[in-house]
């Protein structure tokens, strides 16, 4: 192996370890509160090196974003592989999604509004994971999950409104996990599943109170 490919495999490890740190950061105090120093300091790092790998803080904040949409991808893949029931699934999706934006500053949200290639970024997502999340619930119609005479579109659009508005007045903070599922889960999911639909998703509630109890007692 080539001294300039052990130096290709040094430069893409300590990447990685800029992103996991400055997430971790980014997460837990905002992105504001945050300065390129303080994410040097924390990797006991000079600035000049961390500007050789990141120009600025708008692109370590989108190799951060990056890397977690990835990471996610991953976790569904594998949800997929394990299941093809498109409910289960959906409401897999929806828990992780929920279990992560617990652990975010709520700030964060807010903060990020300000680098204009970030939201660019999140724009081309949200379209994209919009289209998946309608090609999901038109399967779920398929398999008798949930009722065909509604617009998912709206639904949605609906949902992640929802969504943003728990991150803005900190619901997430407040409430557990099986509150805020039994409580969203049951008006979106419920209200357009069929009888069958119903009991699994009654079944998955029952479930995750089940396994936060027991996370509790530990």
């Known amino acids: 192996m080539s001294p300039h490919h052990h130096s290709e495999i040094n430069r893409h490890e300590i990447k990685e370890h800029i992103i996991d740190v400055a997430t971790k950061a980014f997460h837990s105090q905002g992105v504001k509160n945050v300065t390129m120093d303080d994410i040097a300091h924390a990797l006991t790092m000079s600035k000049r090196t961390l500007y050789q790998i990141f120009a600025d803080k708008e692109e370590l904040i989108l190799a951060c974003m990056q890397k977690h949409r990835n990471q996610m991808k991953r976790m569904l893949s594998e949800t997929f592989e394990e299941n093809n029931n498109v409910l289960e699934i959906l409401l897999k999706t929806f828990e992780i999604r929920l279990r992560f934006l617990q652990t975010i500053e709520p700030s964060f949200f807010e903060e990020i509004g300000k680098y204009p290639k970030v939201m660019q970024e999140i724009d081309r997502n949200s379209r ?82 089940e396994q936060m109890q027991v996370g509790a007692q530990r």
């Open 128 to 209: 994209s994971e919009e289209a998946e999340a309608l090609e999901f619930l038109q399967k779920g119609v398929e398999q008798g999950y949930f009722l065909p005479e509604l617009n998912y579109r709206i639904i949605y659009s609906q949902f992640c409104n929802q969504l943003k508005n728990w991150q803005a007045n900190e619901t997430l903070k407040h409430y557990s996990l099986p509150e805020i599922f039994a409580n969203t889960i049951l008006i979106y999911f419920r209200g357009c599943a069929t009888v069958k639909g119903v009991t699994l998703i009654d079944h998955f509630l029952h479930n995750l109170k």
